[in-house]
């Protein structure tokens, strides 16, 4: 079966399937990263607030860093990123984490632009393997000596055109899926850098109440701060 796949593929049949496998790893690869991403839940961020401001009434900031240090959670490394500098300004501190940040966003946007070149190369392959498949039929109808029958035409389209359909199969989902996951790493970076601006502004003394922290309109992130 699929050597009679690979034929109706004809010379670009091998470069598409490799292309085919390819994206479905990547796109298996980063669905189980981001489903295994940790929550960023109201209850987690408030409990960490709480933690930190507790923390720091007592003076005890160093055994909260290690503390925090020691957890899995992402947003808690952060946390400890910045409680680690806490002796310094506000902007070095705005700067290690916008740093940090981008050491994360790496990591998420990992293997998105392969999965986007793959979406946007294989429709071209398979229109390259529906170019040359035409012009073996027509050689093919050049050099026959008996009348041409249009149903010799459609057989020889319908294998043409089999790579095409094929290169778009894999591009629509692939390219899909690597927008999805774009949104999806933006948004969840997105919360994460705004609870970081919130400890930011609390190592700071500033205090903003749960609705302020709630709303992405009240703080800058850092990104916005550098430019």
């Known amino acids: 079966m699929l050597e009679d796949f690979l034929s109706n593929l004809g010379p670009v049949g091998w470069p598409l399937l490799i292309m085919s ?3 479905l790893a990547l796109v298996l690869e980063r669905l189980l990263t981001y489903l295994l ?3 960023l839940s109201r209850k987690r961020v408030n409990a960490i607030l709480v933690e930190i401001k507790e923390h720091r009434q007592q003076q005890q900031t160093a055994n909260l860093c290690a503390s925090l240090c020691s957890r899995d959670h992402c947003l808690s490394k952060g946390a400890a990123v910045l409680l680690s500098h806490a002796d310094n300004s506000k902007a070095m501190r705005e700067e290690i984490a916008g740093l940090w940040l981008m050491k994360q966003r790496q ?3 990992a293997w998105l632009k392969g999965l986007m070149l793959i979406g946007v190369l294989s429709p071209m392959v398979g229109l390259l393997g529906t170019i040359l498949g035409m012009i073996t039929m027509f050689q093919s109808i050049a ?3 008996g009348p041409v029958t249009p149903a010799v035409l459609a057989g020889g389209l319908w294998v043409a055109m089999y790579t095409t359909a094929f290169g778009l199969a894999i591009a629509i989902p692939s390219l899909a899926a690597s927008h999805g996951f774009t949104i999806w790493a933006n948004n969840y970076l997105d919360r994460m850098e705004f609870v970081l601006n919130h400890i930011n502004l609390l190592l700071e003394g500033v205090n903003l109440h749960e609705q302020e922290l709630m709303s992405n309109s009240k703080v800058v992130p850092f990104r916005e701060r550098a430019a």
């Open 21 to 23: 496998c390819v994206a």
């Open 37 to 39: 991403l940790p929550t």
């Open 107 to 109: 990591r998420l946007h």
């Open 143 to 145: 050099l026959a000596t």
